[in-house]
Nanobody, 115 residues
Framework: QVQLVESGVGLVQPGGSLRLSCAASRSIYTLNAMGWYRQAPGKQRELVAAFTSGSITDYADSVKGRFTISRDNNKNTVYLQMNSLKPDDTAVYYC?????????WGQGTQVTVSS
């Protein structure tokens, strides 16, 4: 199993920045994938950014150039740096990890972008 603990909940103004972090209970090297999804009210959960197949990164088109995913292997932690935030980025952000073909999810972190 994999436990995921998120941090970084926040309210930020449009154009602002926020960083989310997610710590895994096992080594990142043992995971098939790790990253972030988000779900806005009334919408389906969507991929935001993730590491897949090792070091390959994948981003949603809507966040390319604004969001950056990174990781600290020693801390088994993945970060999501979000810049130039827009009201459309408002959602609950979920950390996820895939291990042995099973998806694991964090508790969810509310991000609100509003003036």
């Amino acid at each position: 199993q994999v436990q995921l603990v998120e941090s970084g909940v926040g309210l930020v103004q449009p154009g602002g920045s926020l960083r989310l972090s997610c710590a895994a209970s096992r080594s990142i090297y043992t995971l098939n994938a790790m990253g972030w999804y988000r779900q806005a009210p009334g919408k389906q959960r969507e991929l935001v950014a993730a590491f897949t197949s090792g070091s390959i990164t994948d981003y949603a088109d809507s966040v390319k150039g604004r969001f950056t995913i990174s990781r600290d292997n020693n801390k088994n932690t993945v970060y999501l740096q979000m810049n130039s935030l827009k009201p459309d980025d408002t959602a609950v952000y979920y950390c996820y990890a895939k291990y042995m073909d099973i998806n694991y999810w964090g508790q969810g972190t509310q991000v609100t972008v509003s003036s």
